[in-house]
């Protein structure tokens, strides 16, 4: 079975332009985690789904970002206009949740590096 | 609200060495715990977990212990090898909060040497 599957694996831009990351969960998975790790800040969430509705998107850090999740295999995570602090690897992460089994599985990341 | 506190890094330690990297929880409800590992350029894997008090989650030679009356989940393996240089990340999940999102700590790195 695939396991999470994130595209592009690497983005460079340059500040200003618009950048979309994209994120395939593991089929039949019910829940969608967008992180972001720095050096800094380390690992943090930034919104999560279940049944491809937002649920908490307090980690959002402006309105430069964005989420949708319009069906259950595929979630974008959109920045408009980027800037050179977004620089970070981006991770999806999808789970089942259900009674007891929740763990989250990661895909490999994007790192995005805005100059 | 709830956190992780794992201990600083960076660990070295030589190959066939005894590893405990300390990991500390505070929660509202009563959480789940887990252990994921980062090889380099990778992302996060599943390592072990454990759902109630007193539970022993292990894989791969590590192990960890539930320990409620200290809020903790240390990490143990008895005989490490370089391949399990990595960033090491404690996490807890509180159902009884009403949230399925993981809380992580800073993260550990471990290095092995030959």
């Known amino acids: 079975d695939a396991g999470v599957i994130q595209s592009p694996r690497h983005e460079v831009t340059e500040m200003g332009q618009e950048v979309t990351l994209r994120c395939k969960p593991i089929?039949?998975?019910?829940?969608l985690f967008w992180y972001r790790q720095t050096m800094m800040r380390g690992l943090e969430l930034l919104i999560y789904f279940n049944n491809n509705v937002p649920i908490d998107d307090s980690g959002m850090p402006e309105d430069r970002f964005s989420a949708k999740m319009p069906n259950a295999s595929f979630s974008t995570l959109k920045i408009q206009p980027s800037e050179p602090r977004d620089s970070a690897v981006y991770f999806c992460a999808s789970s089942f949740v259900s009674g007891a089994s929740y763990e989250q599985y990661f895909g490999p990341g994007t790192r995005l590096t805005v100059t | 609200g709830n956190s992780v506190t794992q201990m600083e890094g960076p660990v070295t330690l030589s190959e066939e060495a005894f590893l405990t990297i300390n990991c500390t929880y505070t929660a509202t409800g009563y959480p789940s715990l887990f252990w994921y590992v980062q090889y380099p350029g990778e992302g996060l894997q599943l390592l072990l977990k454990a759902t109630k008090a007193d539970d022993k989650g292990s894989n791969k030679g590590f192990e960890a212990t539930y320990r409620k009356e200290t809020t903790s989940f240390h990490l143990e393996k008895g005989s490490v090898q370089v391949s399990d240089s990595a960033v090491y990340f404690c996490a807890l999940s509180d159902r009884g909060a009403g949230s399925y999102q993981l809380t992580f700590g800073k993260g550990t790195k471990l290095s092995v040497i030959p």
């Open positions: 089929s039949g998975h019910n829940s």
